[in-house]
């Protein structure tokens, strides 16, 4: 098929090829795609109509001979819903043909076709991943030739260009936005994450580790881990054997200097096989300071638990007696004896509740 231009059809689709290829300013290469065509085939209107959610159609990307919008400002206009018999004859001929407008059936749409002044079109199915997402559409005004079938066939041709121009750019939105929603997650929703190779030399550290040693990551990168965890509770050797057990999940604590504050980190490690030669180690890491001081507090007051219940249960066992009559006062304790050890159990029993108040009950109930 040649045109008034002379372009042959297998040149206009290669030069579509190329400028819907260009990953910059997709939509304006879209728009300048439909202008493009629109001469090509002597179309007065070139549009894509696009199906929203609810089964209705809006215009999302137009071209016009005059340069002007066809459509009405009204917004009750700029839609139309789709119906059976079109719907039908997108399955039989994989495209909806409109020879003249009369024959038309769907009110809505014939009204919208007589407001632009359209004579014939043609509506190309546009699909995305094998969904029907929206319409390449071409429309005759003043010309009043029908398209032919060979001149149809190719514009069949016309729309599986553009669907794949479409579909590539609607996966590198969906990349991109992924790829945000994933820098988010291992930058801010983590504690430490890092990748590791087989001798434990860093190649990947986000945010969160690395600002604990400097405020890049290149100041940490090529780092043995062993360097930047002065304590570990396992071997670099075991660490490094975790890649011959690819089903296991190694857990180890170990501790960071941060200026002069320790930071206690538990790791979870497990290797990723990135090819047949080549496995690296990544570690999940969470801050588990607070829950150590905790640890610390506990052990501290299980001391002093320890402590009083030795130095008190005498003076606790004496006072008792005494108070039972099992000894004579007089012969064993005075009152005035008596009445100091009850005043000395009663001040290391109000330290003790102090340290348990302050430090543990108050924990307790949080938690």
């Given amino acids: 098929m040649q045109t008034e231009n002379n372009i042959t059809g297998a040149e206009f689709l290669s030069d579509l090829n190329v400028l819907l290829s260009t990953g910059v300013g997709l939509n304006r290469n879209v728009k300048l795609a439909l202008k493009k065509l629109g001469e090509h085939e002597r179309a007065d209107q070139v549009y894509i109509v696009s199906i929203n959610h609810d089964m209705t159609f809006t215009i999302s990307e137009e071209w016009t001979r005059t340069g002007e919008s066809v459509f009405p400002e009204s917004g009750e206009k700029r839609s139309f819903y789709y119906d059976r018999k079109l719907e039908q004859d997108l399955e039989r001929d994989n495209y909806i043909y409109i020879r003249d407008i009369n024959d038309v059936t769907n009110e809505s749409l014939k009204n919208i076709m007589r407001a632009m ?10 699909y995305i991943s094998s969904h029907l997402f929206s319409f390449l559409c071409l429309s005759r005004c003043h010309h009043e030739e029908p398209w032919s079938g060979e001149e149809i066939a190719f514009l069949v ?3 599986s260009v553009l669907s794949g121009a479409l579909e590539k750019e609607l996966i590198l939105r969906k990349l991109v936005k992924h790829h945000a929603l994933y820098q988010d997650f291992i930058e801010n929703r983590v504690g430490y994450i890092l990748r590791l190779n087989r001798h434990l030399h860093i190649s990947f550290s986000n945010k969160t580790f690395y600002s604990l040693f400097g405020d890049s ?10 360097e930047l965890m002065t304590e570990m509770d396992i071997s670099p050797k075991k660490l490094e054997e975790v890649v011959k057990s690819p089903e296991d999940l190694l857990t180890f604590n170990a501790k960071v200097m941060r200026d002069d504050e320790v930071v206690f980190i538990e790791w979870y490690a497990y290797p990723v096989r ?3 030669d ?4 990544h570690l999940i890491g969470y801050d588990v300071t607070r829950f150590k001081e905790m640890e610390r507090e506990l052990t501290l007051l299980k001391t002093e638990l320890q402590t009083f219940s030795e130095t008190m249960y005498p003076m606790w066992k004496s006072i008792k007696d005494n108070l039972s009559g099992e000894n004579e006062i007089g012969n064993n304790e005075s009152f005035d004896n008596l009445s100091q050890k009850a005043m000395a159990f009663n001040r290391l029993y109000e330290e003790l509740l102090s340290k348990i108040g302050y430090k543990f009950v108050a924990n307790a109930y949080r938690s």
């Fill in 278 to 281: 080549h496995t690296e180690i």
């Fill in 217 to 226: 990551p290149d100041d940490i990168i090529g780092t043995r881990i062993g």
């Fill in 274 to 276: 990135l090819d047949r």
């Fill in 117 to 126: 002044g359209v004579n014939c079109a043609i509506f190309l199915p546009l």
């Fill in 157 to 159: 041709q016309v729309a």
